[in-house]
């Protein structure tokens, strides 16, 4: 009698094993590559340091990332130490998503009604370029 109670409780201790092993096993998560920006937001981007080429160099990069540049050019000065984004047009969520995709947290809202202007958001880079996430090894 003994010899069942041991051969039963082996067999109850090995189902619950497969049981608890089948529960157990990986959940394969699907996670997206790289997140590409959900609308067309209309970027300007203005050289604010100086370097030869780097409105460009971003524009590049942000263009990749989805974004819309409409314009290259300098900024009034070449005296901006960091990189900044403002938000042109009341769309603060847009200039927010350009800002997470440089690293930068340096955003301000500048809203100046003019009826010529097609861009939502203007980046100004600054001497920061080169920490940049989205510049590393330029």
């Given at each position: 009698?003994k010899?069942?109670?041991?051969?039963?409780a082996?067999?109850?201790?090995?189902?619950?094993?497969?049981v608890?092993?089948?529960?157990?096993?990986?959940?394969e998560?699907?996670?997206?590559?790289?997140?590409?920006?959900s609308?067309n937001?209309?970027?300007?981007?203005?050289?604010g340091?100086?370097?030869?080429?780097i409105?460009?160099?971003?524009?590049?990069?942000?263009?990749?990332q989805?974004f819309?540049v409409?314009t290259?050019?300098?900024a009034?000065s070449?005296?901006f130490?960091?990189?900044?984004?403002?938000?042109?047009?009341?769309?603060?969520?847009?200039a927010?998503?350009?800002a997470n995709i440089?690293?930068?947290?340096?955003l301000?809202?500048?809203i100046?009604?003019d009826p010529?202007?097609?861009?939502e958001?203007t980046?100004?880079?600054g001497?920061?370029?080169?920490?940049?996430p989205?510049?590393?090894?330029?």
């Amino acid at each position: 009698m003994k010899r069942w109670i041991w051969i039963a409780a082996i067999c109850i201790f090995g189902l619950l094993a497969i049981v608890i092993n089948i529960g157990w096993q990986q959940q394969e998560i699907l996670i997206p590559a790289t997140q590409k920006t959900s609308q067309n937001i209309r970027i300007e981007i203005l050289n604010g340091c100086g370097k030869d080429g780097i409105a460009k160099q971003l524009g590049t990069k942000l263009r990749e990332q989805g974004f819309d540049v409409m314009t290259l050019g300098n900024a009034g000065s070449y005296a901006f130490s960091e990189t900044l984004v403002i938000d042109r047009v009341g769309k603060i969520h847009y200039a927010k998503q350009v800002a997470n995709i440089l690293g930068t947290q340096n955003l301000i809202q500048q809203i100046t009604p003019d009826p010529f202007r097609i861009e939502e958001v203007t980046v100004i880079v600054g001497r920061d370029y080169a920490h940049l996430p989205i510049l590393k090894n330029q």
